[in-house]
């Protein structure tokens, strides 16, 4: 071979390692490029992965907050109704203390007036001085008058009657003790077996639920269908919580549940969060 042709072939061998570098930097710049891409794509799925589970943290962290602001707001009304039902009761108990001492004080009047009426008479024997009490009692005089019949009688040993004790809830003038108004239509049972919930309505509890299903009270519809005639006989006859229907309004919650509504006490109960 001439010197011509050997120059020719190296040249030519020459171009052939340089092509094949170049394409091997080519395909390593490629790959390079490539696990760049993918290195990004995986950072940034990581990121909205993490942004994801904070927010998802974040939701729940305020739902259990909101859950326990709800429970300790129903465990604060249920703790005020408690404490609202012990008032009433203490109220009822004062009120009866206070007209049982009305009904002693004036059967002690009437008493000091027929005694005095009696000294004055033409075969008495005046005192020879003013008795213990005749003062207070001659300044008190027309505080009182004589109401015969009229439930101002008292029992043996000069205590007040029941009917003294009792308010007169039905209206008529007279205290008539647990025979105040007319007594509801009453059940033996409740019907199908299963009573209502009764404590469904603002102002009853358990205790006095028991005492309502004693007296033959079961049902929503009963107490909505109460007149008012009615009423005051159950507030009478409600011992221990003494007019209660009328001041917490049974009837006209009853009307409500009875049509197969709901108030927003009742959705209270119905959830477990009173009693």
Same mark, same amino acid.
């Given at each position: 071979?001439?010197?011509? %042709?050997?120059?020719? +072939?190296?040249?030519?061998?020459?171009?052939?390692?340089?092509? /094949?570098?170049?394409?091997?930097?080519? +395909?390593?710049?490629?790959?390079?490029?490539?696990?760049?891409?993918?290195?990004?794509?995986?950072? &940034?799925?990581?990121?909205?992965?993490?942004?994801?589970?904070?927010?998802?943290?974040?939701?729940?962290?305020?739902?259990?907050?909101?859950?326990?602001?709800?429970?300790?707001?129903?465990?604060?009304?249920?703790?005020?109704?408690?404490?609202?039902?012990?008032?009433?009761?203490?109220?009822?108990?004062?009120?009866?203390?206070?007209?049982?001492?009305?009904? &002693?004080?004036?059967?002690?009047?009437?008493?000091?007036?027929?005694?005095?009426?009696?000294?004055?008479?033409?075969?008495?024997?005046?005192?020879?001085?003013?008795?213990?009490?005749?003062?207070?009692?001659?300044?008190?005089? %027309?505080? $009182?008058?004589? @109401?015969?019949?009229?439930?101002? +009688? #008292?029992?043996?040993? =000069?205590?007040?009657?029941?009917?003294?004790?009792?308010?007169?809830?039905?209206?008529?003038?007279?205290? @008539?003790? #647990?025979?105040?108004?007319?007594?509801?239509?009453?059940?033996?049972?409740?019907?199908? %077996?299963?009573?209502?919930?009764?404590? @469904?309505? /603002? =102002?009853?509890?358990?205790?006095?639920? &028991?005492?309502?299903?004693?007296?033959?009270?079961?049902?929503?519809?009963?107490?909505?269908? $109460?007149?008012?005639?009615?009423?005051? $006989?159950?507030?009478?006859?409600?011992?221990?919580?003494?007019?209660?229907?009328?001041?917490?309004? $049974?009837?006209?919650?009853?009307?409500?549940?009875?049509?197969?509504?709901?108030?927003?006490?009742?959705?209270?109960? @119905?959830?477990?969060?009173?009693?």
């Amino acid at each position: 071979m001439g010197a011509s %042709g050997a120059a020719a +072939s190296g040249s030519g061998s020459d171009g052939g390692v340089a092509a /094949k570098a170049k394409d091997a930097a080519a +395909s390593a710049k490629e790959t390079a490029k490539d696990a760049a891409a993918s290195a990004k794509d995986k950072a &940034k799925d990581a990121a909205a992965g993490a942004k994801d589970a904070a927010k998802d943290a974040a939701a729940s962290a305020k739902e259990t907050a909101k859950d326990a602001a709800a429970s300790a707001k129903d465990a604060a009304s249920s703790a005020a109704d408690t404490a609202k039902d012990a008032a009433a009761s203490a109220k009822d108990a004062a009120k009866d203390a206070a007209s049982s001492a009305k009904a &002693k004080a004036k059967d002690a009047a009437s008493s000091a007036k027929d005694a005095a009426t009696g000294s004055s008479g033409g075969g008495g024997v005046a005192a020879s001085k003013a008795l213990a009490g005749e003062q207070d009692l001659a300044g008190r005089k %027309g505080d $009182w008058k004589y @109401e015969g019949d009229k439930g101002g +009688s #008292t029992s043996a040993g =000069g205590a007040p009657s029941a009917a003294d004790a009792t308010p007169d809830y039905d209206g008529d003038g007279v205290r @008539e003790g #647990t025979g105040e108004g007319t007594r509801p239509e009453a059940l033996d049972g409740p019907r199908g %077996g299963k009573a209502d919930n009764l404590k @469904e309505i /603002k =102002g009853i509890g358990p205790k006095l639920e &028991k005492l309502c299903n004693s007296l033959g009270f079961y049902h929503f519809d009963q107490i909505a269908g $109460w007149s008012a005639d009615e009423v005051a $006989w159950v507030n009478a006859n409600l011992q221990g919580f003494k007019g209660r229907v009328t001041r917490d309004q $049974w009837v006209e919650q009853a009307k409500i549940l009875a049509s197969g509504g709901e108030t927003e006490f009742s959705k209270r109960v @119905e959830d477990g969060d009173v009693y």
